[in-house]
């Protein structure tokens, strides 16, 4: 069985940096990619970044413009999100996910998410 354990969230001022962390265990060899989501309240879950395990290749979402960074420690079998110049419209519960199929984009394990709240 896969778990997925985000953490590192929490409140931050307008301006300000918050490094969100994400433990993978159980069959981490299956995974294709790990993703990070958010999502505000009254509004959709947003997909904001993504790396593939076993090459590190990441993609953003274009609105970002470049504030977030992913990455991924393979031996330690964690992912990691920098957030930089965070804004109060960044507030929401971020989550992290795995991927197993590299054909669909379709994410298969969800952490349990972790508060991110960002004061004016």
């Known amino acids: 069985q896969v778990q997925l354990v985000e953490s590192g969230g929490g409140l931050v001022q307008a301006g300000g940096s918050l490094r969100l962390s994400c433990a993978a265990s159980?069959?981490?060899?299956?995974?294709?990619?790990m993703g990070w989501f958010r999502q505000a309240p009254g509004k959709e879950r947003e997909w904001l970044a993504a790396?593939?395990?076993?090459?590190?290749?990441?993609y953003y979402a274009n609105d970002l413009k470049g504030r977030f960074t992913i990455s991924r420690d393979n031996a330690k079998n964690m992912v990691y999100l920098q957030m930089n110049s965070l804004k109060p419209e960044d507030t929401a519960v971020y989550y992290c996910?795995?991927?197993?199929?590299?054909?669909?984009?379709?994410?298969?394990?969800w952490g349990q998410g972790t508060q991110v709240t960002v004061s004016s």
């Open positions: 159980g069959r981490t060899f299956s995974f294709y990619a």
């Open positions: 996910a795995a991927r197993q199929d590299p054909l669909v984009v379709k994410y298969d394990y």
């Open positions: 790396v593939t395990w076993s090459s590190g290749r990441t």
